[in-house]
């Protein structure tokens, strides 16, 4: 659970975030701000977010804030395997390691997954009850990215289920305990998984992982692991508050939701991506020296948290940015990052929305809002924007699914 201090942001933050980041975006676009986790300067204009997505002074790692005498001694900001994900590594590592990850986790791969993804929204919607709320997060939006995730990687349909919860414990808001429990059962499963992968390779992620090679250069076996985990803890999280979050805007919508079954779909999702942006924030990075942002001094060794979503709404940047526009060109948003760090699964989220949100609304076309907005109860992440619960109806299903 997160604190986040402020007149701005008081407990009704957690129910819509965007009224509290439009004042700070307009009055005071770089300022200080405490999480639970400590202090932070929360950045939240276009321009300077985007910038500080590229800009090497903002390091992933604390360590790089220290003076170069202290770095060796001083231990990483996270458990490994952790530690060794893309998201928490800066150049020259982060370069090395985004390098190899590419060779097999490329566009093509995530293309092929199509069909399987068709067939998963399939089989997930053909199993809901037409005259009873249903809790769409539960039932679709949760365990829809999770199969592919688990087919993209390899996970043998038998083990999905115990690793659909493991990964329900790391992005929900559990005790202390429990997550580094599920932590370590997940990272000790995937270690032997890739011990029978470089035995026994298949057509998967982590027998992809496991060739990729440069000048003789592998992943190690904790470096496969550490990017396993980062997709499924990442893209399935994204995918589903993303998937969630769409489906609540479409039945508010019907304008826009009549889009999906035309050609411009794609170009909806894009919009959708923006409005509704995955990440309200992007992860937190530290200060490696003074510098300044949007007109204010921030500190050496300072928390930073840049505002993805906060930018892709800055009037700024995308006129009348508060409404969902079909017709918009939404090019230049940045809900998947910016820069060396810009999300390696930006095309699977992608692939995944322009799927389950046809499929749903084909299957479904009378669904609605089982209770009011103003009756939903939302995650307190500072991460992402979600109800815990999306209650829906779906009443007849159509033939023309």
Known sequence: MSRITGEDFLESYWRDPHPALARAREHTPVREVTFESGPTWLVTRYADVRAGLADPRLAKDWRASLPAEERAAAPPGLPAPMSHMLTSLDPPEHTRLRRLVTQAFTARRVAGLRPRVQTFARNLLAGLPADEPVDLVARYAIPLPMEVICELIGVPELDRETFAHWSTVL???????????ASTKMADYLAELVAIRRRDPDEALLSGLIAAAEDGNRLSDLEIVAMAMLLLMAGHETSAVFITNSVRALLADPAARRRLSTPDSAALVEELLRWVSPALNASVRFATEDL?????TIPRGASVTLSTGAANRDPDRFPDPTRLDPDRDPTGHIAFGHGIHRCLGAALVRLEAEVALPALFARFPHIQAATGEEEL????????????????????SSTME
Not at 292 to 296: D, K
Not at 381 to 394: E, G, I, K, W, Y
Request: proline share 11%.
């Open 377 to 396: 109860t939302f995650r307190r992440s500072v991460h992402v924007h979600a109800p815990r619960t999306f209650p829906v109806l779906l009443g007849p």
């Open 292 to 296: 300044e942002i949007g007109g204010t």
């Open 171 to 181: 992005i929900d808001e559990c005790p202390e305990e429990e997550l580094v429990r």
